[in-house]
């Protein structure tokens, strides 16, 4: 029996000054209340979509737009520009 990783596409808005710290873990950039929220946020994202991993980046679709209901929305964040995000989560699938 061999294992075999698919991956599935999960695409995300985004704020955009979550860019940095999504990409690069830097969070200087953000002020002690958006560190807190972006820290909540990723906690969630590794337990929900990467079950317990951090779930690999794909694609940052190149245009911003404006969005008041993005994925950071419960966190606290208001509208803001947004990058859509896409995340590659691993699912293992196992064959004979």
Not at 22 to 46: C, H, M, N, P
Not at 54 to 69: C, K, M, N, Q, S
């Amino acid at each position: 029996m061999s294992n075999t990783t698919n991956f599935e596409h999960i695409t995300l808005s985004l704020p955009a000054h979550w860019i940095c710290p999504v990409l690069y873990g830097d969070t200087t950039g953000l002020d002690d209340a958006e560190t807190a929220a972006f820290s909540r946020w990723l906690d969630d994202v590794i337990r929900d979509v990467g079950h317990g991993e951090v779930p690999l980046i794909g694609t940052i679709h190149d245009e911003t737009y404006f969005a008041r209901y993005h994925d950071a929305a419960e966190y606290g964040v208001l509208a803001c520009d947004c990058y859509d995000v896409e995340f590659l989560v691993p699912s293992v699938m196992r064959s004979a």
